[in-house]
């Protein structure tokens, strides 16, 4: 179960099964190692949560795996191409969206436009097509707004699409901010923290939508959560995460009765 | 009517001309990134106007023909366009403040540059430079389209994928670049275009004003379109054109209410000579009470839906 010596390079999983490979991931802060050494295989079609304590890591692996923060070592292979190093947008050109942990709506617009914002990727009218409204443009534009509404009315705030972002209670904003990752047609989507500020009712409403949302679209996800029931109701398999380390990684049971899971949540006293 | 025409004519062609280029500092400012080198694409394309039309051209004697006027606006907004991709690319990797002291050196170097160079008539400028209309009222056959198709251009670019994809830099650079939005393309797009704008703007203005020296496009005219935007509106292309007509206007109005005379002198004095602090006066209002300008698109969005209810 723990990650025993670091596995040779050969080991990697580049079966068909498997859509992102991390491999010996590192990156430390200052002094601080915030990543050290991480390695796991995400399977297609799976939902893989990733836990730890606060400061484990969790969100600095997202932010490496979408190219937000550059890994010191390691490989990062995603359908079995290398994209360690890619700039965010070149993430996202190859189908990984994600959401963040403190929410990041485009505010001042409305929730239509964050939503077609992430429409980028798949569309391709240029400038002066644009500009110009051309057929093929205008069609397009069509298309996309059609598309941001029905990911709208996916989550539920079809009657709200007017609306500006910033107004959107915290709930509601974190579910916008699906329906814009979900905009992007994504194989793989990171959603950090989804369930953060949300009451019980509003939580299991939220595990229906990710459920509901990963069998329409054959999404497999990546995600970070805090909530512990949560992951374990929703995730296949999980990994733990403690000062930066692998401490665990298997299937929900095997997880909750690790022993170094137990010490790392609950500390040595028990 | 007539008599307000020859009266007025040069100031109406100049709130158009001032229009279109509070509209260059705004279409970098849609991605976020304030630049204030529109003003040196601006000097630029008046140099290329008059060097061509006074050194190059040697125009008959009588009218000097628009369709030249109209081919070194084309001239000036190509080499515009690649002197910004030029500059835009190594300049907007620097963000925020950074990015405006920036576009300020810009500005300064070409002025510096300028007014050095034998080819732009150094301190003395290029004057006599010719003129393709007999009044200058009928400049409006070219600034008014100009500022019409510039309108177009950008009103309908909010409503596009590229458009949107600038907003979106501008409200969050990371969650765009995570949400696909390639951020250095879309910078340097907006920059450039901005650039485009005000050469062709900078090569009438040449012929307009008649002469042309690097007292043109400073760094004052960075402020003055600043102060267009800051208080027209920095959220929707509307903002820009109107703070560029109603300021450059302004100062012309505030002349005529001092005429009026039964005021008291001191006031009627601030009226006619006080513009630079009426200006900073507005924008240190406007900042605080109107983050966004005076037109917001909210503002529109009341105004549009009153319209069409008021039509029922």
Redesign the interface.
């Known amino acids: 179960m723990s990650p025993a010596a670091a596995p040779p390079r050969d080991s990697v999983d580049r079966s068909a099964a498997a859509l992102l490979v991390v491999e010996q991931i590192k990156r430390s802060f200052g002094g601080v190692t915030a990543v050290n050494r991480v390695s796991f295989t995400v399977n297609r079609g799976e939902m893989f949560g990733l836990i730890g304590p606060n400061g484990a890591g969790k969100t600095t692996l997202f932010n490496i795996v979408?190219g937000?923060t550059a890994p010191e070592a390691g490989r990062l292979h995603y359908r079995g191409e290398d994209i360690t190093g890619l700039?965010?947008?070149r993430?996202?050109?190859r189908g990984i969206?994600?959401t963040?942990q403190n929410v990041?709506?485009?505010?001042?617009?409305t929730a239509l436009?964050n939503v077609?914002?992430?429409?980028?990727?798949r569309?391709r009218?240029?400038?002066f097509a644009?500009?110009?409204?051309l057929g093929p443009?205008r069609r397009?534009?069509r298309a996309?707004r059609e598309h941001a509404a029905a990911l709208l009315a996916l989550v539920g705030l079809a009657d709200r699409s007017d609306e500006r972002a910033r107004n959107f209670a915290y709930g509601d904003q974190r579910r916008l901010e699906i329906a814009?990752?979900l905009?992007?047609e994504p194989d793989l989507l990171l959603l950090d923290e989804p369930a953060a500020g949300m009451n019980t009712g509003e939580k299991r409403a939220l595990s229906e939508l990710i459920r509901s949302v990963r069998a329409r679209l054959h999404l497999t996800i990546l995600l970070i959560e805090h909530h512990v029931p949560l992951v374990m109701d929703l995730c296949d398999r999980i990994a733990v995460l403690n000062f930066g380390e692998l401490i665990a990684l298997g299937v929900p049971a095997q997880v909750q009765a690790h022993p170094a899971v137990v010490e790392a949540y609950l500390g040595d006293s028990v | 009517m007539a008599t307000f025409f020859d009266t007025y004519g040069f100031l109406l062609v100049s709130m158009v001309l001032a229009a279109v280029l509070a509209l260059t500092l705004y279409l970098p400012l849609m991605a976020g990134q304030l630049s204030v080198a529109s003003p040196a694409f601006y000097a630029l394309g008046g140099y290329i106007a008059a060097i061509l039309s006074t050194k190059v051209f040697h125009p008959a004697p009588g009218l000097y023909p628009v369709s030249l006027v109209l081919l070194e606006m084309a001239v000036a907004a190509v080499v515009s366009g690649v002197l910004g991709v030029a500059v835009g690319l190594p300049a907007l990797r620097l963000r925020g403040i950074f990015l405006a002291l920036a576009t300020i050196a810009f500005v300064q170097i070409l002025g510096v540059v300028a007014l050095n160079l034998d080819v732009t008539g150094g301190a003395i400028g290029i004057f006599g430079i010719p003129q393709p209309f007999s009044d200058q009222l009928h400049y409006m056959w070219l600034a008014g389209p100009l500022l019409l198709l510039s309108m177009l251009?950008v009103g309908?670019?909010e409503?596009?994928?590229?458009?949107?994809?600038l907003?979106?830099l501008r409200?969050?650079e990371?969650?765009?670049?995570?949400?696909?939005?390639?951020?250095t393309y879309h910078k340097v797009?907006a920059f450039t275009?901005s650039a485009v704008l005000a050469g062709a703007v900078g090569a009438l203005s040449a012929h307009f004003i008649n002469t042309w020296n690097s007292r043109q496009g400073t760094f004052d005219t960075s402020v003055n379109l600043m102060a267009f935007v800051l208080i027209g509106g920095s959220?929707t292309f509307v903002g820009p054109v109107l703070g560029g007509l109603v300021l450059t206007a302004l100062p012309e109005a505030l002349r005529g209410i001092a005429d009026i005379g039964g005021m008291p002198v001191w006031l009627a004095g601030f009226l006619r000579e006080g513009r630079l602090i009426i200006f900073g006066l507005l924008i240190a209002i406007g900042t605080v009470f109107f983050p966004h300008g005076l037109i917001t698109p909210a503002l529109l969005r009341r105004l549009g839906r009153r319209g069409r209810t008021s039509l029922r």
Do not use: Y
Not at chain 1, 104 to 109: C, D, I, P, S, T
Not at chain 1, 116 to 121: E, F
Not at chain 1, 130 to 133: C, D, Q, R, S
Not at chain 2, 159 to 165: E, H, K
């Open positions: 979408t937000l700039s965010p947008h993430v996202a050109e969206a994600r963040f990041r709506l485009f505010g001042e617009l436009d077609m914002i992430a429409r980028h990727v569309t009218s240029g400038l644009g500009v110009l409204g443009a397009e534009e996309t814009r990752a905009a992007l | 251009f309908r670019l409503r596009t994928r590229t458009g949107r994809a907003v979106a409200e969050d990371l969650a765009a670049a995570a949400m696909g939005v390639n951020p797009l275009a959220r």
